[in-house]
């Protein structure tokens, strides 16, 4: 049984107050895999104790076992909500999953296998081109995210020094090398935004801005309706969601690969169209170098 059902069939027993949180736990399953016990008393208007009363009432440790419920159905969603401010998480695993752990971590691996897989189906490949040829087109590239977007900035940063491309990285939760960037934003420059949950609003903000200062912008993120794609010029989704964490890096990783390897094939096809060109301008000038009877014989 889904924990939405579980609500739906324990929430009968919650005290008046309580039945507010359950109310807003089932209209707002996306959320419910990330809100804080802060957010969520705000946005109830209930304490928090209140929160934790409720979550025990249904049968659960806390409000961590409730995100943890949310969070394992989204999997199978593919599903996440855009949040608008920092928050800290603390993921563990309810003791109800630790009775076999190695059966767990099992389990775990299988659905980090079949949403690999899954991604890997739904991959367009001629669309990772197009995306990899934005690189050779834009003067100036700045790649910016936070945590773990940043960190996959960072390395597509890599993938792209490999190919001959030099980008700057910007963490935007840093205010101040955020601010230096928006200096320099226009028409030449390619702003590769890069969030993934729990999203952070400085990353959006800067891509708002790139927009109207008329760069060119490729967002990369975890679902078309986040928050950030609609400033998109070029956008790529790729799935993160895990039960244990907030986001898993396997399928990041195969777009970052992809998008590496497409990089690699562009600039060897570059690097080959030279060679034939210069080559041809060698035997072009070698024509020139010889008399014209010598070069019939």
Not at 77 to 100: M, R, S, W
Not at 104 to 133: C, M, N, P
Not at 143 to 163: H, P, V
Not at 181 to 197: E, R, Y
Request: net charge negative; charged share 30%; glycine share 4%.
């Amino acid at each position: 049984m889904g924990i939405v059902d579980t609500i739906r069939q324990e929430g009968k027993k919650l005290t008046k107050k309580q039945k507010m949180v359950a109310d807003y736990m089932m209209m707002h399953p996306d959320e419910m895999a990330y809100l804080t016990l802060k957010d969520l008393s705000r946005r109830v208007g209930v304490t928090e104790i209140t929160i934790l009363n409720a979550c025990q009432a249904l049968g659960y440790g806390g409000l961590n076992d409730v995100k943890y419920e949310f969070r394992k159905e989204l999997i199978i969603a593919e599903k996440t909500d855009v949040l608008e401010e920092k928050n800290d998480y603390n993921e563990t695993v309810p003791a109800y999953e630790l009775t076999d752990r190695e059966q767990f971590l099992h389990t775990i691996g299988v659905e980090e296998i079949a949403q690999l897989e899954d991604y890997w189906s739904k991959v367009d490949v001629k669309r990772i081109f197009e995306a990899a040829e934005l690189f050779f087109s834009y003067r100036r590239i700045i790649l910016c995210g936070r945590g773990f977007s940043y960190l996959t900035a960072e390395l597509l940063k890599n993938y792209l020094s490999y190919a001959d491309i030099f980008t700057a990285t910007v963490n935007t939760e840093l205010n101040d090398s955020t601010y230096s960037l928006i200096a320099g934003v226009g028409k030449d420059t390619l702003i590769v935004a890069i969030s993934f949950p729990d999203y952070y609003f400085m990353t959006t903000k800067l891509a708002k801005y790139a927009m109207e200062a008329k760069a060119k912008l490729l967002v990369i993120t975890d679902r078309e309706d986040a928050e950030l794609a609609q400033y998109a010029d070029f956008l790529l989704t790729v799935p993160t969601t895990t039960r244990c964490f907030l986001n898993t890096l396997s399928p990041v990783m195969m777009l970052m690969n992809l998008l590496g390897s497409a990089l690699n094939i562009l600039q060897s096809e570059k690097k080959a169209r030279e060679r034939e060109r210069r080559k041809r301008e060698i035997r072009k000038e070698g024509s020139h170098s010889f008399p014209k009877q010598l070069q019939e014989n």
